[in-house]
Protein backbone atom coordinates (compact mmCIF):
# COMPACT_ATOMS: atom_id res chain seq x y z
CA UNK A 1 0.00 0.00 0.00
CA UNK A 2 1.20 3.38 -0.66
CA UNK A 3 0.24 6.38 1.25
CA UNK A 4 0.03 10.36 0.79
CA UNK A 5 -1.38 13.09 2.43
CA UNK A 6 -3.40 15.64 0.01
CA UNK A 7 -3.01 19.52 1.01
CA UNK A 8 -6.20 21.22 -0.29
CA UNK A 9 -7.19 24.74 -1.04
CA UNK A 10 -11.03 25.42 -1.10
CA UNK A 11 -12.99 28.49 -2.05
CA UNK A 12 -14.30 30.59 0.85
CA UNK A 13 -16.77 28.83 2.65
CA UNK A 14 -16.44 25.13 0.87
CA UNK A 15 -14.01 23.42 3.12
CA UNK A 16 -16.84 21.40 4.99
CA UNK A 17 -18.35 20.24 1.98
CA UNK A 18 -14.88 19.66 0.51
CA UNK A 19 -14.28 17.31 3.33
CA UNK A 20 -18.02 15.55 3.18
CA UNK A 21 -17.33 14.91 -0.72
CA UNK A 22 -13.81 13.93 -0.71
CA UNK A 23 -14.63 11.41 2.72
CA UNK A 24 -16.93 10.02 -0.16
CA UNK A 25 -14.14 8.49 -1.98
CA UNK A 26 -12.89 5.41 -2.50
CA UNK A 27 -9.11 5.22 -1.22
CA UNK A 28 -9.59 8.44 1.15
CA UNK A 29 -8.81 7.09 4.73
CA UNK A 30 -9.65 10.35 6.47
CA UNK A 31 -9.96 13.86 5.44
CA UNK A 32 -10.55 16.74 7.98
CA UNK A 33 -11.08 21.25 7.63
CA UNK A 34 -7.96 22.28 9.23
CA UNK A 35 -6.47 25.55 9.94
CA UNK A 36 -3.47 27.47 8.77
CA UNK A 37 -2.14 27.37 5.09
CA UNK A 38 -4.35 24.91 3.77
CA UNK A 39 -8.11 24.26 4.05
CA UNK A 40 -8.64 20.80 3.92
CA UNK A 41 -6.14 17.54 4.50
CA UNK A 42 -6.92 14.23 3.19
CA UNK A 43 -5.25 10.86 4.21
CA UNK A 44 -5.14 8.37 1.02
CA UNK A 45 -4.12 4.93 0.95
CA UNK A 46 -3.76 3.09 -2.86
CA UNK A 47 -2.29 -0.10 -4.30
CA UNK A 48 0.34 1.55 -6.17
CA UNK A 49 1.94 4.85 -6.87
CA UNK A 50 0.41 5.69 -9.97
CA UNK A 51 -3.16 5.41 -8.32
CA UNK A 52 -2.44 8.62 -6.71
CA UNK A 53 -2.41 10.57 -9.81
CA UNK A 54 -5.67 9.19 -10.67
CA UNK A 55 -7.47 9.85 -7.30
CA UNK A 56 -6.15 13.37 -7.11
CA UNK A 57 -6.99 14.42 -10.60
CA UNK A 58 -9.88 12.18 -11.31
CA UNK A 59 -11.42 12.69 -7.88
CA UNK A 60 -10.20 15.52 -6.02
CA UNK A 61 -9.83 17.76 -8.50
CA UNK A 62 -13.32 17.67 -10.08
CA UNK A 63 -15.15 18.60 -6.53
CA UNK A 64 -16.68 21.45 -6.27
CA UNK A 65 -15.00 24.09 -4.46
CA UNK A 66 -11.77 22.65 -4.83
CA UNK A 67 -8.89 24.89 -6.34
CA UNK A 68 -5.55 23.75 -5.77
CA UNK A 69 -4.08 20.94 -4.17
CA UNK A 70 -0.28 19.68 -3.26
CA UNK A 71 0.43 15.98 -2.69
CA UNK A 72 2.88 14.30 -0.36
CA UNK A 73 3.69 10.56 -0.48
CA UNK A 74 4.58 9.11 2.52
CA UNK A 75 8.48 7.39 1.82
CA UNK A 76 8.31 5.10 4.92
Same mark, same amino acid.
Given at each position: ? #? ?6 ? @??? =? *???? #????? %???? =?? *?????V @???? +?????I?V? *?? %? +??? +??? #?? *?????? =???? @?? @????? %?
Open positions: M #VCAYVLIH @TNL =G *KALK #VVEEI %SKVE =GV *KNACA @TGAY +DVVAVEE *KI %S +DIA +DLV #VN *KIHCID =GVYN @TQ @TLICV %S
